[in-house]
C-alpha cells in the first residue's frame, strides 16, 4: 500500500503542529522550511486539515496553526481515509475502468481488499499521540528546540 504525498504531509503537519510547546502557533512558512515542501501545496492541505476540524487556523500577523482536538482524539486511519481521494490498488477495485476479464473468477481482488482492510484497521488503533510518543526526539530533529 503506498500513500499519497499529500496524506504523508498531512501527517507530518499534525505532527509538527502537536509538537508545539503550549500556547505556540505552527506557520505554513515554518513546516515548509522544516520538510521541504512548497508553501502553496501545504496551503491545500492545512486547508483540508481545517475543513476536517483537525486543525484551526488563526489570521493575522501572528497567525499560524493550531491542533483544534487533542492529539489523543485523532485518529491515523481516519485521517488517511479523509486524505486519499480513493484505494483503488488495482484496476478491478474501480468499476468504471475495469476492463480485466478475469475480474469474474479472480482471488486477487479478494486478497488485496482483505490486506486494505487489515492496512486500515492497523492504522486505526494509532492516534496522533501515539506518533508523539518520541516528542522530544522530533522537536530535536524539527528543530524546534
Given at each position: 500500500?503506498r500513500?499519497?504525498?499529500?496524506t504523508?504531509?498531512?501527517?507530518r503537519?499534525?505532527?509538527?503542529?502537536?509538537?508545539?510547546?503550549e500556547?505556540?502557533?505552527?506557520?505554513?512558512?515554518?513546516i515548509?522550511?522544516?520538510?521541504?515542501?512548497?508553501e502553496?501545496?501545504?496551503?491545500?492541505?492545512?486547508?483540508?486539515?481545517?475543513k476536517?476540524?483537525?486543525?484551526?487556523?488563526?489570521?493575522?500577523r501572528?497567525g499560524?496553526i493550531r491542533?483544534?482536538?487533542?492529539?489523543?482524539?485523532?485518529?491515523?486511519?481516519?485521517?488517511?481515509r479523509a486524505?486519499?481521494?480513493?484505494?483503488?490498488?488495482?484496476?478491478?477495485?474501480?468499476?468504471?475502468?475495469?476492463?480485466?476479464?478475469?475480474?469474474?473468477?479472480?482471488?486477487?481482488?479478494?486478497?488485496?481488499h482483505?490486506?486494505?482492510?487489515?492496512?486500515?484497521?492497523?492504522?486505526?488503533?494509532?492516534?496522533?499521540k501515539?506518533?508523539?510518543a518520541?516528542?522530544?526526539e522530533?522537536r530535536e530533529?524539527?528543530?524546534?528546540?
Amino acid at each position: 500500500m503506498r500513500l499519497k504525498k499529500y496524506t504523508d504531509y498531512a501527517l507530518r503537519v499534525l505532527i509538527l503542529t502537536a509538537s508545539k510547546r503550549e500556547g505556540e502557533l505552527a506557520t505554513k512558512k515554518e513546516i515548509s522550511e522544516v520538510f521541504h515542501i512548497s508553501e502553496n501545496h501545504l496551503g491545500k492541505i492545512i486547508h483540508e486539515l481545517n475543513k476536517l476540524g483537525l486543525i484551526e487556523t488563526i489570521r493575522g500577523r501572528s497567525g499560524g496553526i493550531r491542533l483544534a482536538k487533542n492529539p489523543e482524539e485523532i485518529n491515523v486511519g481516519s485521517v488517511v481515509r479523509a486524505m486519499e481521494d480513493d484505494f483503488h490498488l488495482l484496476e478491478c477495485f474501480d468499476c468504471a475502468t475495469n476492463y480485466c476479464v478475469i475480474t469474474p473468477a479472480c482471488k486477487l481482488k479478494h486478497a488485496l481488499h482483505e490486506a486494505l482492510r487489515a492496512f486500515l484497521n492497523v492504522l486505526d488503533g494509532y492516534t496522533l499521540k501515539d506518533l508523539l510518543a518520541n516528542q522530544e526526539e522530533l522537536r530535536e530533529l524539527m528543530g524546534l528546540e
